[in-house]
């Protein structure tokens, strides 16, 4: 399984975009990248899952160059309730369902 | 919107008790997984399951744990003789095809 390294933490104020990167120099072929959301006391929630190039939904964008060996996700526009520690997973979906490594995550704290 | 359910959300027990902890997934899914996040910590993988058997454990998940999915729609984490490093927020998910991971709001145990 891929290993990945992302920074621990990072500070924003409201309204500015957020862009997290995520280092995973082993990525495998079969790969995909999965960034969740995990709020305190609660369990991680999903954000969005990309191969390569990009892929945006109503709550992010992920940029995946071509060689795959980092991603980035940006969140436009956060708010206080972005507050959030953030993971970066890396793992072959395809039917064999493999188990997710959880890293440290980023932590944002967001301020008015 | 579906949702993974766990019960109890909090459970008190004394170090040496059997636990059982247990998660209804979504409906459709076909695969589901036990994570458990120590305070302040990572979330850890601990087992993964499909087709009534175990896909794959961690190294955590040693002779006192075991998994069942006794019916049609429970799936549970039985934890036979609770040590005081037990002590853990226990996730449970659950997965279709598409490899999202839905996470429910998870079950705290205390170990005395």
């Known amino acids: 399984l891929a290993k990945t390294t992302q920074p621990i933490s990072m500070d924003s104020y409201e309204g500015q975009e957020v862009n997290i990167t995520c280092s995973h120099n082993?990525?495998?072929?079969?790969?995909?990248i999965t960034w969740y959301q995990q709020f305190p006391s609660q369990g991680p929630r999903f954000i969005i899952q990309g191969y390569k190039t990009k892929v945006t939904n109503e709550v992010a964008s992920l940029f995946i160059p071509a060689d795959r060996k980092s991603s980035t996700l940006s969140l436009p526009r956060v708010s206080l309730s972005d507050t959030a520690v953030y993971y970066c997973?890396?793992?072959?979906?395809?039917?064999?369902?493999?188990?997710?490594?959880f890293g440290k995550g980023t932590k944002l704290s967001v301020k008015p | 919107e579906p949702e993974v359910t766990q019960t109890p959300s909090h459970q008190v027990t004394q170090m040496g008790q059997e636990v059982i902890l247990r998660c209804v997934p979504i409906s459709n899914h076909l695969y589901f997984y036990w994570y458990r996040q120590i305070l302040g910590q990572k979330v850890e993988f601990l087992v993964s399951?499909?087709?009534?058997?175990?896909?794959?454990k961690s190294e955590i998940f040693d002779d006192q744990f075991s998994v069942e999915r006794p019916d049609g729609s429970n799936f549970t984490l039985k934890i036979r003789s609770t040590k005081l490093e037990d002590s853990a927020m226990y996730f449970c998910?659950?997965?279709?095809?598409?490899?999202?991971?839905?996470f429910g709001e998870g079950s705290r145990l205390t170990v005395l």
């Open positions: 399951f499909y087709n009534n058997e175990i896909s794959e």
């Open positions: 997973l890396v793992g072959d979906y395809g039917g064999s369902q493999g188990n997710l490594i």
């Open positions: 082993n990525i495998a072929t079969n790969d995909y």
């Open positions: 998910a659950s997965s279709g095809d598409a490899g999202e991971l839905f």
